[in-house]
């Protein structure tokens, strides 16, 4: 499956922005879909998955209850609403997709497909 993210831009500290990423093939369905994101000079890491029905979802800590996924499987698209964000949220979001179970510690070396990323920069 080949993924392609959007969406990313300038948005001040307090403010909300969706992600989105769409996917080509015709088996997006059978994909566990994540979002990872690597700030400068970090490490690339998890932020949310989405099982293949969308019934279960997982997130990290530092973004739980103020991040959404969600995906519509009929417009092979996954979505990742952001709320209530903060400067340390600034970094590139990457989607992935793998097959497999959902789960809160997927790996980067997990996955089998990535999306390119889209930058969100949050000022202060």
């Known amino acids: 499956v080949q993924l392609q993210a959007s969406g990313g831009g300038l948005v001040q500290a307090g403010g909300s922005r969706r992600l989105s990423c769409a996917a080509s093939?015709?088996?997006?369905?059978?994909?566990?879909m994540s979002w990872f994101r690597q700030a400068p000079g970090k490490e690339r890491e998890f932020v949310a998955a989405?099982?293949?029905?969308?019934?279960?979802?997982f997130y990290a800590d530092s973004v739980k209850g103020r991040f959404t996924i969600s995906r519509d499987n009929a417009k092979n698209t996954v979505y990742l609403q952001m709320n209530s964000l903060k400067p340390e949220d600034t970094a590139v979001y990457y989607c992935?997709?793998?097959?497999?179970?959902?789960?809160?510690?997927?790996?980067?070396?997990?996955?089998?497909?990535w999306g390119k990323g889209t930058l969100v920069t949050v000022s202060s």
């Open positions: 093939g015709r088996t997006f369905s059978n994909y566990v």
């Open positions: 989405i099982s293949w029905g969308g019934g279960s979802t």
């Open positions: 992935a997709a793998y097959k497999g179970r959902a789960s809160a510690t997927p790996t980067t070396s997990g996955m089998d497909s």
